[in-house]
């Protein structure tokens, strides 16, 4: 032994040569612990999992992929996989998958469940609700589900202030519209991070809530994990260390422009940041902190908690916790909703079952946007995100609404019709300012029609938190291996409702594909199924069946 440990004093470079050695092939093997696999597609088996923002093109066809590592196409993304032969697709850990004609070929860092959970979509969803993201039984604030939500965001975009919010929120009630959850979009802090109403634009942030409470409204701020870097806050969450890092001087590229171990600067839509690192349990606090006390300072009921999205954290930055995944840190941002039963989120990493609102990501004003809504919230409930809404009424792109001109009447009468028996219905544009009165009073039938749905709704929203059964579903869910799998353009609220909008300008009259049973339409008239009937829809008209037998 003593000849040994000379031999290893006298000659260090082969030392260094023995642990170069076994760092490669350490770094080897965690390479080759990738898991893989391939798994046969059936006949007559279809797909559907993975990211929101694409239910539009499921189920899947052939040469559809993605890679959920780090990438959540600005939605929420779940590691499943669920198949209308009753066949589930799980992992802990994002993992990539890809569909060829015959097969599905997965990869993962952590181990990939497959199971056989029965004969259905239905089968498959319930067994992954029950053993992967199980309910907590509770909801989201009912007030998103009883009543329209009206987010300021169209009409004020980055001129948050105390005026034009109460001349909104007057209008609202002016034109004979419901009071509901009214959320004040970003810009009313003074920045980033510095979470106080902005002076000079809220003279009494405390009376203008009183105010709006009197309205009947419950009142939502926007909040974000980014914080300005030239801002007093800043100055002292860097100094506590709270911000997501950049790299260690070793893994800085030559040109030296990156400080090592300071605040990493993310660019996002509103410019360059440094952010949150709620891997570190005192930036959950502080972030926590901040929040609470706008609820107790000016009567704050809850938060529209926006910019999750996974690539705001990229995997070379350095976090509290070392081994922390981009997807976890969005799933962290997550969980702080669940203080605030008022909440609402576009970003999202697992977190199924939990009581959090989450909102489609922004669509343009346009018919071909407004055929995405119905694939992709029943998709949401098909990944455990039932108290779901579908953007804003018109589309949530401000851009599309800067020209009056080219604002289409027509289509924010269907878009109020395909949100008016949804989970959730939220305007932001306000119709009484852009539409005509024949338009006008189409769109108030829509909130009607809602109204006198509502306690159906809420039955459905109340099963959801029992069950993890989603609320607005697909035809291939409520009425499994009918040849429903690619209907896309009309849905069912529970089991019960057959919606079936007009989603094409012009059109008045639709196909609608009827289930076995007797449906009942909006006259009364009864439709016998299952098979196809047109169905003549005028502009105040949205198609909708209930059934009443079998």
């Given at each position: 032994?003593?000849?040994i440990?000379k031999?290893?004093v006298?000659?260090?470079?082969?030392?260094?040569?023995?642990?170069?050695?076994?760092?490669?092939?350490?770094?080897?093997?965690s390479?080759?612990?990738?898991?893989t696999?391939?798994?046969?597609?059936?006949?007559?088996?279809?797909?559907?999992?993975?990211?929101?923002?694409?239910?539009?093109?499921?189920?899947?066809?052939?040469?559809?992929?993605f890679?959920?590592?780090?990438?959540?196409?600005?939605?929420?993304?779940?590691?499943l996989?669920?198949?209308?032969?009753?066949r589930?697709?799980?992992?802990?850990?994002?993992?990539?998958?890809?569909f060829?004609e015959n097969?599905?070929?997965?990869?993962?860092r952590s181990?990939?469940?497959?199971?056989?959970?029965?004969?259905?979509?239905?089968?498959a969803?319930?067994?992954?609700?029950?053993?992967?993201?199980?309910t907590?039984?509770?909801?989201?604030?009912?007030?998103?589900?009883?009543?329209?939500?009206?987010?300021?965001?169209?009409?004020?975009?980055?001129?948050?202030?105390?005026?034009?919010?109460l001349k909104?929120?007057?209008?609202?009630?002016?034109?004979?519209?419901?009071?509901?959850?009214?959320?004040?979009?970003?810009?009313?802090?003074?920045d980033?991070?510095?979470?106080?109403?902005?002076?000079?634009?809220?003279?009494?942030?405390?009376?203008?809530?009183?105010e709006?409470?009197?309205?009947?409204?419950?009142?939502?701020?926007?909040?974000?994990?980014?914080?300005?870097p030239d801002?007093?806050?800043y100055?002292?969450?860097?100094?506590?260390?709270?911000?997501?890092?950049?790299?260690?001087?070793d893994k800085i590229?030559?040109?030296?422009l990156l400080p090592p171990?300071?605040?990493?600067m993310?660019?996002?839509?509103?410019?360059?940041?440094?952010?949150?690192?709620?891997?570190n349990?005192?930036?959950?606090?502080?972030?926590?902190?901040?929040?609470q006390?706008?609820?107790?300072?000016?009567?704050?009921?809850?938060?529209?908690?926006?910019?999750?999205?996974?690539?705001?954290?990229?995997?070379?930055?350095?976090?509290?916790?070392?081994?922390?995944?981009?997807?976890?840190?969005?799933?962290l941002?997550?969980?702080?909703?669940l203080?605030?039963?008022?909440?609402?989120?576009r970003?999202?990493?697992?977190?199924?079952?939990?009581?959090l609102?989450?909102?489609?990501?922004?669509k343009?004003?346009?018919?071909?946007?407004?055929?995405t809504?119905?694939?992709?919230?029943?998709?949401q409930?098909?990944?455990g995100?039932?108290?779901?809404?579908?953007?804003?009424?018109g589309?949530?792109?401000?851009s599309?609404?800067?020209?009056?001109?080219?604002?289409?009447?027509?289509?924010?009468?269907?878009?109020?019709?395909?949100?008016?028996?949804?989970?959730?219905?939220?305007?932001?544009?306000?119709?009484?300012?852009?539409?005509?009165?024949?338009?006008?009073e189409a769109?108030?039938?829509?909130?009607?029609?809602?109204k006198?749905?509502?306690?159906?709704?809420?039955?459905?929203?109340?099963?959801?938190?029992?069950?993890?059964?989603p609320?607005?579903?697909?035809m291939?869910y409520?009425?499994?291996n009918n040849?429903?799998?690619?209907?896309?353009?009309?849905?069912?609220?529970?089991?019960?409702?057959?919606?079936?909008?007009?989603l094409?300008?012009?059109?008045?009259?639709r196909?609608?594909?009827?289930?076995?049973?007797?449906?009942?339409?909006?006259?009364?008239?009864?439709?016998?199924?299952?098979?196809?009937?047109t169905?003549?829809?005028?502009?105040?008209?949205?198609?909708?069946?209930?059934?009443?037998?079998?």
């Open positions: 032994m003593s000849q440990k031999q290893k006298s000659n260090p470079s082969k030392v260094n040569k023995i642990l170069f050695l076994a760092a490669l092939l350490l770094f080897n093997f390479t080759m612990a990738q898991v696999k391939t798994i046969p597609i059936k006949k007559g088996e279809s797909w559907w999992g993975g990211a929101v923002s694409d239910g539009h093109n499921m189920p899947f066809s052939t040469g559809y992929s890679d959920m590592y780090g990438n959540n196409k600005y939605n929420q993304v779940q590691p996989l669920v198949s209308n032969k009753g589930v697709i799980w992992s802990e850990e994002p993992f990539k998958f890809s060829s097969e599905i070929s997965l990869e993962a181990d990939i469940k497959v199971v056989k959970a029965g004969k259905t979509l239905k089968d969803y319930s067994y992954a609700s029950e053993n992967y993201f199980p907590t039984g509770e909801l989201p604030d009912e007030l998103l589900f009883k009543a329209p939500q009206y987010n300021t965001w169209i009409e004020l975009m980055y001129n948050q202030n105390q005026e034009d919010i909104y929120a007057h209008a609202i009630i002016d034109n004979g519209m419901p009071p509901g959850v009214l959320m004040i979009d970003d810009n009313w802090q003074e980033y991070g510095k979470w106080n109403f902005h002076e000079g634009r809220f003279s009494d942030p405390k009376a203008m809530i009183k709006l409470h009197e309205l009947g409204f419950k009142v939502m701020l926007w909040v974000c994990p980014f914080v300005s801002s007093d806050v100055r002292d969450l860097a100094k506590k260390e709270l911000f997501i890092k950049n790299p260690e001087a590229s030559q040109t030296k171990n300071e605040p990493a993310i660019h996002w839509w509103n410019g360059v940041s440094a952010l949150l690192d709620f891997s349990p005192k930036a959950q606090d502080w972030f926590k902190g901040q929040l006390h706008l609820t107790e300072e000016y009567g704050v009921d809850g938060f529209k908690l926006d910019a999750g999205d996974f690539n705001f954290y990229p995997e070379e930055t350095i976090s509290y916790n070392k081994n922390i995944t981009p997807n976890e840190h969005a799933q941002f997550g969980e702080i909703g203080d605030f039963p008022l909440n609402e989120y970003a999202m990493w697992k977190m199924g079952g939990q009581a609102a989450q909102r489609l990501s922004d343009g004003h346009s018919w071909g946007a407004l055929t809504l119905i694939p992709n919230i029943t998709f409930g098909l990944m995100y039932p108290y779901s809404a579908p953007d804003m009424i589309g949530g792109e401000f599309s609404f800067l020209n009056a001109e080219t604002i289409d009447q027509e289509l924010i009468v269907r878009s109020a019709q395909v949100h008016a028996l949804m989970p959730m219905m939220q305007f932001s544009v306000a119709p009484w300012r852009i539409l005509d009165n024949q338009h006008l769109v108030k039938a829509a909130v009607d029609l809602r006198e749905f509502t306690p159906t709704i809420m039955k459905f929203a109340k099963e959801a938190a029992a069950t993890g059964s609320i607005v579903r697909t291939e409520s009425f499994p040849g429903f799998e690619h209907i896309k353009d009309q849905f069912m609220l529970g089991d019960e409702v057959l919606v079936a909008p007009i094409k300008k012009g059109k008045r009259e196909i609608v594909q009827f289930p076995k049973g007797k449906w009942k339409d909006a006259s009364g008239r009864i439709i016998k199924g299952p098979g196809k009937k169905v003549k829809a005028d502009l105040d008209e949205l198609p909708y069946f209930i059934k009443v037998s079998e």
